[in-house]
Every structure is written in structure tokens, then in C-alpha cells.
């Protein structure tokens, strides 16, 4: 048996000794319960898999697809739509719905993920928030948490309209922020102006806690998430959800559609089947995600690379950082993903320039549905300390097969 054999013996027999994956199955079993009551509350049936064209009136299926949404997401209202083209798309579309000129965004979780830097106007563009008069500020994390001081202080000296929570890491190597957090400066923030929209970047987080950040325990306004990462199971072919209060939720409908129409328009074509089955498929969806991240964890810590979170850490999001400080090693990680992927498993990813970000960027993305994250993926800039983030797999034992050969691979990368 060689060294690779024996770690991976080990982390087996640890996984089961210890019952590392007891909170996942937890939540899948929770999730579960929850959609079937769902689907039962709003009477799914097979008509509602049919769809409609052209305005999209009177389209049953989509409106409760809405409705189960928000009672999933502890919601007054969602919003869930092909119409939107990605989780940034639907990001833009709610501070486009929610902001006018003269107001201000401040992002309290740092600068947010690099495709945001021109619609908000880090980088100069015609069509951003900043070219319209929206004024945009970011406080960074301190230690991993919010920086309440700063938080405190800034709201007495600014008006602000909009609080915007990005709580997946992006590509940095801070934790994701759990609902403790979160819970705990949205005090903070309504006891300083009870009129502040708190909206929370939800993606790649959804069904790994008991809770949601619209969840009334919680307090945030509203919430924006894809349907290519966890809520969609890897079935959804594209889309994105807005959640959180009704009139929140009915001004950003009226920005994707048309003022006075909002969410009565918008034909959902031949989704509406597959956005119930994704999200009923999204709890194992899910769950195999975080499993496969915890194997890697457990893995690769044990080959001395640093990870986060560590996998006896919270798990907040189905996204992995490996710190790998070698751009070699990070290519290799990536393309073993790649290898053991369903789709395109023959291709070499390499480094190249992509839309929206500033270094060049490999990516593993062997998906039935393209760029998804929660099928599996693997992607990273190549600039230091060299960090690979991944994501997903749709079943444990596909994200274990992936996961071994990347490892295997870095083995054998020379430095």
C-alpha cells in the first residue's frame, strides 16, 4: 500500500470514528422534511411543470415555484427566474432595484467579488452603479468578523441605503461568514437606523445552516443566491433567486421586467420542471458538496497544505480554499478536477483571461450545465499565494474520485 492509499485508509476510518458528517446528514434530513411540505403546502403537480411563452401570463407553476422559494428561504416573497443570466446578474439587478441616484451602497464584508468591481465601479464603465450617482463604500473584515467600530461609526457620519453581506469568501482567503455574524451586526445596524436594507450575497451558502439570513432570528431584508450552485441540484440550466421582504423583493422584479408588471410577467419557457427537481434534488446536492470538501480538507492537511476551513471547522459554504504557494501545484490540483469530470474530461484547462476578473483564471468545470458550482469545480487566479477554491460535487463518491486524482497529481508535480 503506498503513502497515498494509507492517508486516504486513515481519513476514511476517521470520518466514520469520529461522525464528522452527523450536522451534514442533519441538514439534508432537515431540507428534505422542509421542501416535501412545501411542495405539499402549495399542491406541486405535474401541471405545473408546463411553462409559457411569450409576456408569461398567468404562468401557475412559475408563481408557486415563487412561493416555495420563499418558504424554503424563511421569506415573505421570492423572485426565482431564468430570466436571470447568473448570481451577479441578479445582484445587479436588486441594487438597481433598490438604489437610486444620491444613495449610498457600503459593503460591510469587505470589497466584494472581482465581477461586481464594474457594475458597482471599482473599475470604471458606463453602465455601473457609480455612473448613475450611487456612491459605494467597503469596510474590510478584522480577525474574520465584522469590524463593528468602524460599522458603528461610519452609519453616524454617512447615510446609507443599502448594506450589502457578501458571505462566501470569493477569491480571498477569509472564512465565510456564519449566521452568528451576521445576526450580531444586523443589531448593530437596525438600533443605529432601523431604515438600512440589509442585503446578503447568499450564494454557494444555502442548506448548510438551520437557518437563512431572511430567517426572522436573523433580520436581513433580503438575500440573492444562483441556481447553478446549491439550489439548484445540479439540474436547474441556469437562473437565479432574490428573496426577503415583499416590497424589497417587488421593487427588484419591477428592474428585471418592466415597472407595473414585475414578477406577473416573465415566461418561464420549459424551466419550471426542472427548478422543482433541482431543488428537490438540492439537499443531497448539498451535502455530498460539504463531504467532498471535508475529505479534501482532511486530505490535504494531512499532506501539510492549509485549507479553509479546516475540516473540523464550520462549513458555511461548499467552497474550499487550498493554499497551495506554487503555481505549478495549483494548475495540477485543477486539472486532476478537470480529468475526473463528467463532462469534457479530456480537455486541459489553462490559465486564460475571463470577463470580469483581473488576473488570468484556470478553471475545472467538467459540468452538465456550464460554469456550474455545485456539480464539481475547481478554479483560481493565477496570482499569489496561489489558492485553488472548490466546489461542489453532486455525489460523494464522484467528488472523492476527483479529488484523489488531483491530489495524485500535486504528488507528482516537481516543485
Do not use: W
Amino acid at each position: 500500500m503506498n503513502n497515498l492509499e494509507n492517508i486516504i485508509k486513515n481519513v476514511d476510518e476517521r470520518i466514520i470514528k469520529e461522525n464528522i458528517f452527523q450536522r451534514i446528514d442533519e441538514l439534508e434530513s432537515f431540507y428534505s422534511n422542509k421542501i416535501l411540505n412545501a411542495f405539499k403546502k402549495y399542491q406541486i403537480s405535474e401541471t405545473d411543470f408546463h411553462g409559457t411563452t411569450g409576456y408569461g401570463y398567468n404562468d401557475t407553476g412559475r408563481d408557486k415555484i415563487d412561493m416555495v422559494f420563499a418558504d424554503i428561504l424563511d421569506s415573505e416573497k421570492a423572485l426565482v427566474r431564468n430570466q436571470f443570466i447568473s448570481g451577479t446578474h441578479a445582484l445587479t439587478v436588486t441594487f438597481f432595484g433598490l438604489l437610486r441616484p444620491g444613495d449610498e451602497l457600503l459593503y460591510i464584508s469587505g470589497r466584494p467579488y472581482d465581477t461586481l468591481d464594474e457594475v458597482i465601479g471599482y473599475r470604471d464603465n458606463n453602465s455601473s452603479l457609480a455612473s448613475f450617482g450611487i456612491k459605494h463604500h467597503h469596510i474590510d473584515l478584522i480577525n474574520n468578523d465584522f469590524d463593528y467600530d468602524s460599522i458603528e461609526s461610519y452609519l453616524n457620519n454617512h447615510k446609507v441605503k443599502v448594506i450589502a453581506i457578501q458571505r462566501s469568501r470569493g477569491y480571498s482567503n477569509r472564512d465565510a461568514i456564519n449566521l452568528d455574524k451576521i445576526k450580531k451586526v444586523v443589531k448593530l445596524i437596525k438600533e443605529i437606523d432601523s431604515n438600512i436594507i440589509i442585503m446578503v450575497d447568499n450564494c454557494y451558502c444555502e442548506m448548510t445552516d438551520f437557518l437563512n439570513p431572511t430567517s426572522k432570528e436573523i433580520g436581513c431584508d433580503i438575500m440573492v443566491g444562483s441556481l447553478i450552485k446549491n439550489l439548484g441540484g445540479g439540474i436547474a440550466p441556469n437562473g437565479a433567486y432574490v428573496a426577503g421582504r415583499s416590497d424589497l423583493v417587488d421593487l427588484v422584479a419591477e428592474r428585471l421586467t418592466v415597472p407595473g408588471q414585475g414578477a406577473e410577467v416573465g415566461p418561464s419557457i420549459n424551466v419550471n420542471k426542472l427548478f422543482l427537481q433541482g431543488l428537490y434534488m438540492a439537499p443531497m446536492a448539498v451535502s455530498s458538496s460539504l463531504k467532498t470538501n471535508i475529505f479534501a480538507s482532511m486530505m490535504l492537511e494531512e499532506l501539510g497544505y492549509r485549507t479553509n476551513p479546516k475540516y473540523d471547522m464550520e462549513h458555511v459554504d461548499i467552497v474550499l480554499a487550498i493554499t497551495f504557494n506554487n503555481p505549478n501545484k495549483l494548475i495540477s490540483f485543477v486539472e486532476g478536477i478537470q480529468n475526473k469530470s463528467a463532462i469534457d474530461n479530456y480537455i486541459k484547462p489553462i490559465p486564460s483571461d475571463m470577463p470580469g476578473y483581473a488576473d488570468k483564471i484556470i478553471m475545472a468545470s467538467g459540468s452538465f450545465v456550464s460554469g456550474s458550482s455545485i456539480e464539481i469545480s475547481c478554479d483560481g487566479p493565477l496570482r499569489e499565494p496561489y489558492i485553488a477554491y472548490l466546489q461542489g460535487s453532486l455525489t460523494y463518491q464522484y467528488g472523492r474520485i476527483a479529488v484523489i486524482n488531483a491530489i495524485e497529481r500535486v504528488i507528482n508535480e516537481k516543485e
